[in-house]
């Protein structure tokens, strides 16, 4: 059944997203800090990104944080610092975005995909062991959609086979495992600070955390031209600094992110509670034993019923999104590492499947209600 014009017209948004109310909410006091920033006139470098670094280290369990331009150059720039180069393979999950695999590109490695568990949506520990070879240089798992991975169980093959373990945490600002911040696990963790992320700057910024110094300090010359003093170049470097402004307004707002993190799940929680008894919904793990950081809130619907959940909800103007649509096996930039469909049978399964409901930290509980009866209304017409 189709709203009536009036009735459709009548209805607010409900977007995926909502950045407006965040910044709304905070602005006297962002507004505060970018005045600080203008007026202390240092806007790359200087004690705003320090003090910002040192701030995200602490919470995330760290004991380095290197700023850098985006968490696209945050992978290239660990990877890069740990040595990976031509020849070697890094293997990570096909389902993600392409951001993990440019990195291994970029520094001349071999992306190897491997495949995914169905209840997490993360990278299998089991497809990862049948991956690793002698040319294998590191493990590149995602905590996707915020849902740590198999920590315990992806450390043990890295220290079994002596191979780099990084974690592409671009979604899972304030996740734990077992109460322990996902940072203080592998050789580094690298975030990005996209706007619509958990810790959203105003533009692209990263960072790399670390518990390792060496691997800290070169990353971050490598992202300084290569250079640890002014005007003397130890490397060939690459120019990925997190500026004044980004960092000032991430500082910020890193005061209210377990808020937010908190408010994200009681959300997934009440979105749960309401859509449990649908047994044509396949509901996200919350993340048992571990913190999930509940970057996205993904169901699984049957696939010959996904785009008709996208256009009934978007006729009643609620926003959904597909986080992903194509496989990065079956990207067209990866058609030469050989892949085909049917490589991953659980990933090309997840990827007709998966839709994204709105999440928010600002999201109330009458927006709930009303994409949750909107996806009963879907599936009890039917």
Known sequence: ?????????????????????????????????????????????????????????????????????????????????????????????????TATAEAVRLVGGRPVFAEIDEATFNIDPEDVANKITPKTRALLPVHLYGRPADIPSLEDLSSSYGVDLVYDAAQAHGALHRGTPIARFGRASVFSFYPGKNLG??????????????????ARMLANHGRAKKYTHELSGVNSRIDSLQAAILSL?????????????????????????????????????????????????????????????????????????????????????????GSFPVTERLVNEVLSLPMFPELTEPEIDRVSEAIKGYFGER
């Open 1 to 97: 059944m189709k709203l009536s014009h009036g009735a459709s017209e009548s209805l607010e948004p409900i977007p995926l997203v909502n950045l407006k109310i965040q910044v709304a909410i905070l602005e006297e006091k962002l507004t505060g800090v970018i005045r600080q920033v203008l007026a202390d006139g240092r806007f790359i470098g200087g004690p705003t990104v320090a003090n910002f670094e040192e701030k995200f280290a602490i919470f995330s369990g760290a004991a380095h944080c290197v700023g850098v331009g985006n968490g696209t150059d945050a992978l290239f720039l660990t990877l890069k610092a740990l040595g990976v180069s031509e020849g070697d393979e890094v293997i990570l999950p096909s389902h993600t975005f």
């Open 201 to 218: 700057a105003f533009g692209d910024a990263g960072a790399i955390l670390s518990n390792d110094e060496m691997l800290a300090n070169h």
């Open 253 to 341: 707002k890193l005061d209210y992110l377990s808020e937010w993190c908190d408010a994200r799940r009681r959300h997934a929680t009440a979105y749960s509670e309401r859509l449990v008894e649908f047994e044509k919904i396949r509901l996200p793990d919350l993340g048992g034993e571990d913190i999930h950081g509940m970057h996205l809130f993904v169901i699984r619907v049957p696939a010959p019923d996904r785009e008709g959940l996208i256009r009934y909800l978007h006729e009643r103007k609620i926003e959904t999104g597909i986080h992903y649509p194509i496989p990065l096996h079956m990207q067209p930039c990866n058609r030469d590492l050989g892949y085909k469909e």
